[in-house]
């Protein structure tokens, strides 16, 4: 039977099963555990929460291809003011920078306000000092739902109308909340009903995908 844990992950590590620089999501567990398990999918290096790990190469293909619209949720501090016309461009579907390409729309809802100062822990430490220049300076909190994973993507839809994240974490993944008990580098079995969402998630990719082969990685 194929096994699966959430895990909360830190910040620093990064999202993969070996690394020649940086610690992997994968130093968090025991060797003897780690060995048999892979990532689903990539949060980046400086990104925490919500992680799953598995067994279970079927389970990357029902919750990673983009047509299967999975959803991930998102908490995050950024600079900038969110306002109203900013939401209905996030929502309707934006165009990332240079690139323009255009995301699928998403739900974004206003955590709080603050300003610069006020979350000066959560600010990246490269660029702590520059942006405490200007500590009075407008930030929110927000959380933000979308069914694509593209890379940085988060972080490149603010920047987009024009804000700036500083701190992300991802709070639910699949229909599974991150369990608040984790603290970060902690993780934990999935449940039998996480579990029996994410079978249902897999029986409704092998509907629309008969012919898909099992794949262990």
Do not use: W
Not at 33 to 54: K, S, Y
Request: aromatic letters at 6%; glycine letters at 6%.
């Amino acid at each position: 039977m194929p096994k699966t844990y959430m895990l909360n992950k830190p910040a620093g590590y990064v999202t993969a099963c070996r690394d020649g620089v940086y610690p992997t999501v994968m130093d968090c567990l025991p060797a003897e555990l780690a060995r048999d398990l892979h990532p689903v999918g990539r949060l980046d290096i400086d990104t925490e929460g919500l992680l799953l790990l598995t067994d279970d190469g079927l389970l990357d293909q029902a919750l990673l291809l983009p047509e299967n619209h999975v959803e991930k949720e998102y908490f995050f501090y950024a600079l900038g003011i969110l306002d109203g016309d900013k939401i209905a461009r996030i929502e309707e579907g934006c165009t990332l920078g240079k690139t323009e390409k255009r995301v699928s729309p998403a739900k974004i809802v206003p955590v709080g306000t603050c300003t610069v100062k006020e979350i000066e822990n959560r600010l990246p430490e490269a660029r702590r000092e520059k942006y405490m220049k200007n500590p009075d300076g407008p930030a929110f909190t927000a959380r933000l739902i979308i069914k694509e994973g593209k890379h940085h993507q988060v972080k490149l839809m603010m920047r987009a109308v024009n804000c700036r994240v500083c701190s992300l974490f991802r709070v639910s993944f699949a229909g599974i909340p991150l369990d608040p008990a984790l603290a970060p580098g902690e993780y934990r079995l999935l449940t039998e009903e996480e579990t029996a969402v994410l079978e249902e998630k897999k029986a409704a990719f092998l509907r629309s995908h008969p012919f898909v082969p099992y794949r262990k990685n």
